[in-house]
């Protein structure tokens, strides 16, 4: 965990993840940069409460964690979604390896979901 990194820190970090992704992180942000999920701005290695998220659009509040490494930690995603209202959807990089027209899938309905949901009066 990365809590205690300062901002040039930060950065700094997030640059260097940018700079040498997984195979499985460059295969789904060639699917996600440019607008190319629904629309909407993704950014990769986004410093968020100290935490780095693979991929992150702010506009579903939406974040999407890749690899065996991340696996699942309720401490971290329940913190995003209380604090900031980010949910996380985590993939294996197998996942994106064997469907990634199914890992896909799932972000496009994620998203419509939450944009179903943000719209809803309530």
Not at 1 to 22: C, G, H, N, S, V
Not at 58 to 87: C, V, Y
Not at 100 to 114: H, K
């Given at each position: 965990?990365?809590?205690?990194?300062q901002?040039?820190?930060?950065?700094?970090r997030?640059r260097?993840?940018r700079?040498?992704p997984?195979?499985?992180?460059?295969?789904?942000w060639?699917?996600?940069r440019?607008?190319?999920?629904?629309?909407?701005?993704f950014h990769?290695?986004?410093?968020k409460l100290?935490?780095?998220?693979?991929?992150?659009c702010?506009?579903a509040?939406?974040a999407?964690e890749t690899?065996?490494h991340?696996?699942?930690?309720?401490?971290r995603d329940?913190?995003l979604?209380n604090?900031?209202g980010?949910?996380t959807?985590?993939?294996?990089d197998?996942?994106?390896y064997?469907?990634?027209?199914?890992?896909?899938?799932?972000i496009?309905?994620?998203?419509q979901?939450?944009r179903k949901?943000?719209?809803?009066?309530?």
């Amino acid at each position: 965990m990365f809590k205690t990194i300062q901002p040039d820190q930060q950065r700094l970090r997030a640059r260097f993840l940018r700079k040498y992704p997984t195979v499985a992180q460059e295969i789904l942000w060639r699917k996600l940069r440019c607008k190319r999920m629904c629309g909407l701005r993704f950014h990769r290695q986004k410093p968020k409460l100290g935490y780095f998220l693979h991929f992150y659009c702010p506009s579903a509040k939406l974040a999407i964690e890749t690899g065996a490494h991340q696996q699942n930690d309720p401490d971290r995603d329940m913190e995003l979604r209380n604090r900031l209202g980010i949910l996380t959807l985590r993939f294996s990089d197998e996942q994106i390896y064997r469907d990634l027209g199914l890992v896909l899938q799932a972000i496009q309905e994620t998203i419509q979901f939450r944009r179903k949901n943000a719209s809803a009066p309530g």
